[in-house]
């Protein structure tokens, strides 16, 4: 999509557009701005708001919750929602998927306002645009907003106003959202950006900025007359701007615990990404004998369903040291599909959610301790090529931690033995990758295919070259290289991880990664960034140290009665001499718990955790020698 984009809708769409009670033909639009502005989604804002008399402060702040003003190409999010704007259009045919995608809404199924399933067919009626227009272009998609805000301003209000304050009630209506907490909780988000204002480059290229109106007071009052249900009053875990809501999951899917109260410490947080529609991953965490996560996420509005109390383990990542240590979030989302895209609303409250957990545990807000499931190390040998790869390549590490006030700064790299951040800009940094059916739960891909996609990742090569093989993870790939499959984890340093240079040549940089030297594309240090004040570790002796996946004591230190658990480091890893790799800045005790006395078993050794690969390991601090970069 072009910047200088055509104003097709604006001069050449023959279609009435209602405001304010009167037809208005489209092609009259073009004078709500300049002509160079109508050419640009900036303009695009301005003209919709114009025709439908929304404050452009409002609608701009509405579309930049829903989809950070990116058009998505006319692809749909996880929810159904298309375009700028998230108008949702779930078809008989997504429906047919069962709980797979946009399909699988059925939280949104039983909504009394069921109309949420479908209000690009009302912005549709109230443009008199073809649905297919209000998919698939962005002007329509913008009018078609405008249009739908305009119609809810009505029915609170009586008629559109020009104080942007006395729209709170629309855009509660505007989220969708069955309960009072969920829509004061987007409302607030929305007006939050008008007063703060917010400019970006979309993937499209498109520069948009809202400037910011502090002066703005929002008309809380009005939520009252939009006659939506009280959340359940329960003891829930979140920060007051989080709708969140407090469902137990299954007894047998966690153990109680006494955390951090009890020595077990709380130091990491693991974005997770469902697989499945929201309302079931909240139905599937609550049948016995399976997993659940402390938190999941929707994705229309960012509302939010606790059910793991943060003292207590939930078995969310496949490691039972992790589990020991972390806090799960489940979104509602896929990993192989750019195109159900998690949504601005669902960030936000992400790193909302994420800032407070920190707050109250004291966990570092840096990727090390802010991680992806991908990220979990494997338990044992035999597991690590079954872990989990999610949230995947359509996760913005990079737009998160900036959200958490965390950025890579300046592009470049720095010499051999320096430490950089990996860092290319997610809407530029498109990726070939393949996906095949097993990947995609929706059942939407039927065979293999290639497609080109923003990620998160950068590929990893064996030599400075495109054509050098691509690097072949011990556990994935033994003795042979690594594919573009979306689930081959073992060729991809994600955003954020951080890595010790190895070599550099020409536009290549090298850096240790999972006992290899391995190269990727960073002309002029384009996709990173040098990082400094974090520890460094490399053998202690001339031999290789070994890796482990979990940090359970020795078996000597369990008292009588108390059956240890295997503590065994992975056959296929180990950090050869010679090579350096980020750990923690400081290595933690190893300990285990039992849960049916509540009894916590702490060990003499020290481990540090480093990125070792895609994943993180851990290595006895006895074994290495660990500097400061």
Same mark, same amino acid.
């Given at each position: 999509m ?17 405001? #304010?009670?009167? +037809?208005?033909?489209?092609p009259? *639009? ?6 160079d ?34 058009t998505?190409?006319?692809?749909h999010?996880?929810?159904?929602g ?7 259009d ?8 069962g709980?797979?995608?946009a399909? #699988?809404?059925g ?5 009394s306002?069921?109309?949420a399933?479908?209000t *690009? ?7 008199g645009?073809p649905?297919e ?6 002007s329509?998609n913008i009018?078609?907003g405008? $249009? ?13 106003v ?6 709170y009630g629309?855009?509660?209506?505007y ?5 009072r907490?969920?829509?004061t +909780?987007?409302?607030?988000r929305?007006? /939050? ?7 970006r ?5 498109e ?5 910011a ?5 929002? +008309?809380?009052g009005?939520?009252?007359?939009? #006659?939506?249900?009280?959340a359940a009053?329960?003891?829930?875990e ?11 999951a /299954?007894?047998?899917?966690?153990q ?5 109260a009890?020595? !077990?410490? !709380? ?12 309302d ?9 004998? #399976?997993?659940a /996560? ?13 059910m793991?109390p943060?003292k ?11 589990n020991?240590?972390? !806090?799960?979030?489940?979104?509602e989302?896929y ?16 790193a909302?959610?994420?800032?407070y ?7 570092? *807000? ?27 390549p359509?996760w913005?590490?990079?737009h998160?931690?900036s ?9 470049g ?21 393949? !996906? ?10 039927? $065979?293999? +295919?290639e497609?080109?996609?923003a ?12 054509? $050098?093989?691509?690097?072949?993870d ?10 573009d ?6 060729a991809?340093?994600? $955003? ?8 550099k040549?020409?536009?290549w940089?090298?850096?240790w990664?999972?006992?290899?030297k391995?190269?990727f594309?960073?002309?002029h240090?384009?996709n990173?960034?040098?990082?400094h004040?974090?520890?460094?570790i490399g053998?202690a ?25 295997t503590?065994?480091?992975l056959s296929m890893?180990?950090v ?21 006395s509540?009894?916590v078993?702490?060990?003499?050794k ?6 070792y690969?895609?994943r993180?390991g851990?290595?006895y ?9």
């Amino acid at each position: 999509m072009s910047k200088r984009r055509r104003p097709t809708l604006l001069t050449a769409v023959a279609a009435l557009a209602v405001a #304010g009670g009167a +037809a208005v033909p489209v092609p009259a *639009l073009a004078a709500a701005g300049t002509t160079d502005e109508t050419t640009t989604l900036q303009g695009d804002f301005a003209a919709a708001a114009d025709a439908y008399h929304v404050p452009r402060q409002v609608l701009l702040a509405v579309a930049y919750q829903e989809s950070a003003w990116d058009t998505h190409s006319g692809q749909h999010s996880t929810d159904g929602g298309y375009g700028p704007m998230h108008l949702t259009d779930v078809t008989p045919a997504m429906m047919a998927g069962g709980d797979a995608g946009a399909a #699988g809404r059925g939280d949104l199924r039983r909504m009394s306002a069921a109309p949420a399933l479908h209000t *690009l067919q009302a912005a549709a009626k109230l443009t008199g645009l073809p649905a297919e227009k209000l998919r698939s272009d962005p002007s329509a998609n913008i009018l078609g907003g405008a $249009a739908l805000l305009a119609s809810y301003q009505k029915a609170v209000h009586g008629s559109t106003v020009t104080d942007p304050g006395n729209w709170y009630g629309a855009v509660a209506r505007y989220s969708q959202a069955d309960d009072r907490q969920g829509a004061t +909780a987007f409302a607030d988000r929305v007006f /939050a950006t008008v007063r703060k204002g917010a400019h970006r480059t979309t993937a499209d290229g498109e520069h948009v900025r809202l400037a910011a109106d502090s002066d703005v007071t929002p +008309a809380t009052g009005q939520l009252a007359s939009l #006659g939506l249900k009280a959340a359940a009053d329960t003891a829930t875990e979140c920060p007051a701007t989080v709708a969140c809501t407090f469902v137990p999951a /299954a007894p047998s899917n966690g153990q109680v615990s006494d955390r951090p109260a009890n020595g !077990i410490r !709380i130091d990491s947080i693991v974005i997770h990404d469902t697989e499945t529609s929201y309302d079931t991953a909240v139905n599937l965490f609550q049948q016995p004998g #399976g997993s659940a /996560a402390h938190y999941v996420m929707r994705s229309s509005d960012g509302a939010v369903t606790q059910m793991v109390p943060t003292k207590d383990l939930a078995f969310h990542a496949g490691n039972y040291s992790t589990n020991m240590h972390s !806090i799960g979030i489940e979104h509602e989302g896929y990993a192989a599909h750019g195109a159900t895209w998690y949504t601005e609303a669902q960030y936000e409250a992400t790193a909302e959610l994420v800032k407070y957990l920190a707050a109250r545990f004291g966990i570092p *807000l840096d990727r090390q301790h802010i991680v992806g499931h991908d990220n979990v190390a494997g338990p044992n040998s035999s597991l690590v090529s079954g872990m989990h790869w999610d949230p995947g390549p359509s996760w913005d590490w990079n737009h998160l931690m900036s959200l958490l006030g965390v950025r890579a700064g300046r592009h470049g790299v720095g010499p051999v033995g320096s430490v950089v951040t990996i860092a290319p800009r997610f809407a530029d940094n498109q990726q070939t990758v393949q !996906i095949c059916p097993s990947d995609d739960p929706t059942g939407a891909t039927t $065979a293999c +295919a290639e497609t080109r996609q923003a990620s998160d990742f950068l590929y990893l090569r064996t030599g400075p070259s495109d054509s $050098a093989p691509l690097f072949g993870d011990q556990a994935l790939h033994p003795g042979a290289a690594g594919t573009d499959r979306i689930n081959d984890w073992g060729a991809m340093a994600a $955003a954020g991880q951080q890595f010790v240079v190895a070599d550099k040549d020409g536009d290549w940089t090298a850096v240790w990664y999972g006992g290899s030297k391995v190269w990727f594309h960073n002309p002029h240090g384009c996709n990173t960034a040098p990082a400094h004040g974090v520890k460094v570790i490399g053998a202690a002796g001339t031999s290789p140290v070994a890796v482990y996946g979990s940090s359970y004591p020795d078996a000597a230190e369990y008292p009588a009665g108390l059956s240890p658990s295997t503590q065994a480091p992975l056959s296929m890893y180990s950090v050869p001499p010679g090579q350096a790799y980020v750990a923690t800045v400081a290595p933690s005790l190893t300990d285990d718990f039992f849960p049916s006395s509540g009894r916590v078993v702490t060990g003499a050794k020290a481990m540090y955790t480093i990125q070792y690969n895609h994943r993180v390991g851990l290595v006895y601090a006895s074994d290495v020698t660990a500097t400061d970069s």
